[in-house]
């Protein structure tokens, strides 16, 4: 089937139904793949995210509905569970709406778990959603933050041919590393771990924190040999940009990467005040985290700040 059918019939819902405050842009390239998929049950999926879009905007607000074709390799989907390398079709819900705070993140997937009121809503909607969505061998990446809206990021895999598949090279030259101590910092482990496996296996030596507390720790022990840090911006105890600013002042030249799963646009003028040159947006794919780091370390000026894609 075709996503970009199937999004533009709800374009027509959204136009027809939905608060005329509420501004709609929709992206849909020529070019998206095909995905194998029951057409009835992904309507329902990004029917149910277009709904909760609409209702976290009451006094209107910024929608967009896109597709997009995405090629996840293994460093990228090792950060999940259910998912295997390939080609993606990803399907993107964004609103400008009141946002969610982590605890109601935690939940949000939950059976019955809702933040409406009792007669606006089950909570089964974005629970049967994610269901479908791993029945197609997909997975649902959601951020926000409140009062800065939400993003949901459905990524479908893509049908491919026979012989698409065994004709499919990687060609891309990945630059390693010479021996370099490199300190990633992430309060998710799987992130850690398949950074620290990316790394080794591309000739970095690693260490790695759950938080910024314990990373000021591993860099005041290891300072005359750690070389870079990677570090996420969302974390507990200390967040990224209290990591950032502690370790500026023990070593102002430290090359530091920054990696979210959030919007990074709003956040560079910011970061900037403190060197900050170098963006990953999460979840990141290998070639992308290696090439960061290479520019990072050789003293590349170019800010890696393509938030477009999830390659989060």
Not at 83 to 94: C, D, H, Q, Y
Not at 142 to 151: A, F, I
């Amino acid at each position: 089937m075709q996503v970009t059918n199937l999004l533009k019939d709800i374009e027509n819902i959204i136009k027809e139904t939905f608060p005329k405050n509420i501004r709609l842009t929709v992206k849909l390239p020529q070019d998206v793949w095909s995905v194998y998929g029951d057409e009835t049950q992904l309507h329902q999926v990004v029917m149910n995210l277009v709904v909760n879009a609409r209702d976290a905007m009451p006094k209107g607000g910024e929608l967009l509905l896109g597709a997009e074709n995405q090629t996840l390799d293994a460093q990228y989907v090792g950060m999940f569970q259910g998912i295997a390398p390939g080609k993606f079709v990803v399907v993107r819900v964004e609103d400008s709406g009141v946002g969610m705070s982590a605890e109601v993140i935690e939940r949000i997937f939950e059976p019955f778990f809702t933040t409406k009121d009792v007669d606006r809503g089950t909570g089964l909607g974005l629970s049967t959603s994610i269901g479908i969505v791993k029945a197609h061998g997909g997975i649902i990446r959601m951020y926000s933050e409140p009062k800065k809206g939400s993003r949901f990021h459905v990524y479908l895999p893509a049908w491919q041919s026979e012989e698409e598949i065994a004709d499919e090279e990687l060609l891309t030259k990945i630059p390693r590393g010479k021996g370099e101590k490199i300190l990633v910092v992430d309060d998710e482990a799987p992130i850690r771990k398949v950074t620290r496996q990316t790394l080794e296996m591309n000739g970095y030596r690693v260490e790695t924190a759950q938080d910024g507390a314990e990373a000021i720790a591993v860099y005041a022990e290891q300072k005359n040999s750690i070389q870079l840090v990677v570090t996420d911006m969302m974390m507990p105890v200390m967040d990224g940009l209290g990591t950032i600013q502690v370790l500026r002042k023990m070593n102002p030249k430290l090359p530091i990467i920054v990696a979210s799963g959030l919007d990074a646009n709003g956040r560079l003028a910011q970061l900037s005040a403190y060197g900050i040159k170098f963006f990953l947006p999460k979840p990141y794919s290998s070639d992308t985290l290696l090439k960061t780091i290479y520019q990072a370390l050789n003293n590349d000026k170019k800010i890696s700040n393509d938030t477009t894609k999830e390659t989060p």
